[in-house]
């Protein structure tokens, strides 16, 4: 799934569109993100070391699993972060890395969605999370 096909589930926009693309393996969603160096979050945090925010990081995971919802998302649903628990940062992902997702539906209750995800530079692991959002209208 492209950026524009992704632009089709996700109400995400400009420079908070944060997947470059996702694809459906089964029931797992795998996304990626390739950091330019030129993005917002990176001006300030840190000057001369430049890292992505943990918080981005949480937030690419969780764009990454739009492709499991893509039959309930319409143009007024509208998915809002609800929680993230176990969340564990192993290695910072910086300017120039690809930064790859895992992710599944672990449980859901509708307007609820329990997932869990990782995210990776290569082999190394970056991110590990669980997560929940509520799909509702705009």
């Known amino acids: 799934m492209t950026r524009d096909e992704i632009m089709r589930i996700l109400p995400h926009r400009d420079n908070m569109l944060l997947l470059d693309r996702v694809e459906r393996e089964g029931e797992t969603a795998k996304g990626e993100y390739h950091v330019r160096g030129d993005e ?23 764009q990454s699993a739009c492709v499991l919802l893509a ?18 940062f192993k290695s910072p992902v910086k300017p120039e890395d690809t930064f790859r997702t895992e992710c599944r539906i672990t449980r859901s209750k509708a307007p609820f969605y329990f997932a869990e995800g990782s995210g990776y530079v290569g082999d190394r692991l970056c991110l590990k999370a669980e997560f929940s959002f509520a799909v509702v209208k705009k």
């Open 40 to 62: 917002f979050f990176l001006s300030g945090h840190f000057p001369g070391n430049p890292v992505v925010p943990g918080v981005i990081l949480c937030e690419i995971l969780a």
């Open 71 to 88: 039959d309930i998302m319409t143009d007024d649903a509208l998915p809002m972060y609800t929680g993230l628990d176990k969340v564990r």
